[in-house]
């Protein structure tokens, strides 16, 4: 299983990026996927989860608007588009596919890609 993440930079504050995670080595059309984020200094959170088939989606609140979490099953893809960023959306930002309930198989993280949204 490999999860690859791609699309972080530096922004401005109101700016928008688009992140991309592709999964390869599983059939990623039976996985919920996940996006979570690590600032400096505090830990991961979770921030956006979409079901395995892309009709259920649910948003950290801080987020809530401004970032919306997509998928194309036909090309093993989850995005992350994120608009009206704020300095605080500062945060290596992870794609995550979580263990499914009473599944006896691990979680897996991508090597994360920055996001620095400053002036």
């Known amino acids: 299983v490999q999860l690859v993440e791609s699309g972080g930079g530096l922004v401005q504050p109101g700016g928008s990026l688009r992140l991309s995670c592709v999964g390869s080595g599983f059939t990623f059309n039976r996985f919920a996927m996940n996006w979570f984020r690590q600032a400096p200094g505090k830990e991961r959170e979770l921030v956006a989860y979409?079901?395995?088939?892309?009709?259920?989606?649910n948003y950290e609140q801080s987020v809530k608007g401004r970032f919306t979490i997509s998928r194309d099953n036909a090309k093993n893809t989850v995005y992350l588009q994120m608009n009206g960023l704020k300095p605080e959306d500062t945060a290596v930002y992870y794609c995550n596919r979580p263990r499914p309930p009473g599944a006896n198989v691990p979680e897996y993280w991508g090597q994360g890609t920055q996001v620095t949204v400053s002036s």
């Open positions: 979409i079901s395995s088939t892309g009709d259920l989606m």
